[in-house]
């Protein structure tokens, strides 16, 4: 059984930065695709972004495109989700999740994931 642990999260203001990370222990996850979710009070858990076992293809939704970097350093049995150009609405609890596959198939991502975290409360700031 895996257990996931995320860091990172914190109060930062808009367009900051901050990272991310799922720290993995009790199996190895290198085989494993990984994702990063979140839920904001009130609302239903959604997918934020997953990368494939190796690294080769990431994955984002469209609300955190081209500002979300996920990568993975299966070595150290972690995940990563660099966040850039921080807003509002990205506030939320930040979880990790592992994927009994290898790869990702789009749009299934809240069904193919699971073996959550505790999540990481992150909080910006206008």
């Known amino acids: 059984q895996v257990q996931l642990v995320e860091s990172g999260g914190g109060l930062v203001q808009v367009g900051g930065s901050l990272r991310l990370s799922c720290a993995a222990s009790?199996?190895?996850?290198?085989?494993?695709?990984m994702g990063w979710f979140r839920q904001a009070p009130g609302k239903e858990r959604e997918f934020v972004a997953a990368?494939?076992?190796?690294?080769?293809?990431?994955y984002y939704a469209d609300s955190v495109k081209g500002r979300f970097t996920i990568s993975r350093d299966n070595a150290k049995n972690t995940v990563y989700l660099k966040m850039n150009s921080l807003k509002p609405e990205d506030t939320a609890v930040y979880y990790c999740?592992?994927?009994?596959?290898?790869?990702?198939?789009?749009?299934?991502?809240?069904?193919?994931?699971?073996?959550w975290g505790q999540g990481t409360q992150v909080t910006v700031s206008s």
């Open positions: 009790g199996r190895t996850i290198r085989s494993n695709a």
């Open positions: 990368i494939i076992w190796n690294g080769g293809t990431a």
């Open positions: 999740a592992k994927s009994m596959d290898a790869f990702v198939r789009p749009g299934q991502e809240l069904a193919d994931f699971g073996s």
